[in-house]
């Protein structure tokens, strides 16, 4: 089996990302915020970055604080490039006063 490297994608392979679901307003189309941790390059002290993906989600079954699994599509609007591959983690619902 082929290795990626040097982030080159190996063909007929997509990446995958997972991250929690910050808003699902849009219709079809969940924005999902990825949490990336990585050590500072001159300090040593781990850094945690977060991006931004908007994804495709055709059912819409996502719902806010959901853990969701998202993969590379082709572009589906300007700013849509990710799909809804599964819910990984239902959002925890609390009993609201």
Same mark, same amino acid.
């Given at each position: ?15 995958? +990302?997972?991250?929690?679901? /910050? ?8 924005? /999902?915020? /990825?949490? +990336? +941790? ?42 849509? +490039? ?16």
């Amino acid at each position: 089996m082929a290795e990626a490297t040097n982030n080159v994608a190996v063909a007929g392979k997509r990446k995958q +990302r997972v991250g929690e679901v /910050v808003s699902n307003k849009m219709t079809k189309t969940i924005v /999902v915020r /990825v949490e +990336r +941790r990585f050590p500072h390059p001159q300090y040593k002290k781990i850094v945690t970055s977060y991006k931004k993906f908007y994804a495709h989600d055709d059912k819409s079954e996502a719902k806010v604080g959901d853990t969701v699994r998202i993969e590379e599509s082709r572009p589906l609007s300007k700013l849509k +490039r990710w799909k809804l591959i599964e819910v990984v983690e239902p959002a925890v619902v609390t009993a609201a006063a």
